[in-house]
C-alpha cells in the first residue's frame, strides 16, 4: 500500500510540473532590442529635414499573440537603443508610433500610425535583435 501511495504521489508531482509550463512574458532569461531613429520632415510630410537616434521614445511590447493591449513600456536611451530584459520564450510584438503626413498616397486621418515588429524568443538565455525602426517626427 505505500507504495502505491507513493507512486501515485510521484505521478501528481510530475503532472502538476508538466503543467507549469510558462507563456511569453516577464521571468524569464532572453531579451528583446532594437534601436530608433527618427526622420524629422517638413509640415508637408515630403522631404526629411533632419535625422538622429530617437532619443526618450516611448517603445512598447506586447506578450504572445492574444491581446492588442501592451503589457510594458520603455523609453530609449540617449542612443535611440531600447531593451525588455528577462523574457520567457513565446512570441511578442513590439510597437513605437510614428507619424504619418495625411496624403493621397498615405491616408493618415489621426496624424499617427504604429510601427508594429514582431519577434520570437525560441530558446533561453537568447537576445533578439530587431535591428533599427525608423520612425518619421
Keep these: 500500500m505505500k507504495k502505491l501511495t507513493a507512486l501515485f504521489g510521484l505521478f501528481l ?3 502538476a510540473l508538466a503543467a507549469c509550463t510558462k507563456e511569453a512574458g516577464e ?3 532572453s531579451v528583446i532590442k ?3 531613429y ?3 520632415y517638413n509640415s508637408s510630410g515630403t522631404s526629411i529635414t533632419s535625422e538622429y537616434d530617437g532619443q526618450e521614445v516611448d517603445v512598447y511590447i506586447i506578450y504572445g499573440d492574444e491581446s492588442n493591449f501592451y503589457n510594458d513600456r520603455i523609453r530609449t536611451s540617449y542612443d535611440g537603443s531600447f531593451e525588455f530584459p528577462y523574457l520567457e520564450k513565446g ?3 513590439v510597437f ?3 507619424q504619418c503626413f495625411n496624403t493621397v498616397d498615405d491616408p493618415c486621418p489621426s496624424g499617427m500610425e504604429e510601427i508594429v515588429v514582431p519577434a520570437t524568443i525560441s530558446k533561453n538565455k537568447s537576445t533578439v535583435d530587431l ?3 525608423v520612425i518619421k517626427e
Design 27 to 29: 521571468g524569464g532569461t
Design 34 to 36: 532594437g534601436k530608433i
Design 96 to 98: 513605437v508610433y510614428s
Design 131 to 133: 535591428g533599427t525602426i
Design 91 to 93: 512570441n511578442y510584438r
Design 38 to 40: 527618427v526622420q524629422n
Design 13 to 15: 508531482m510530475i503532472f
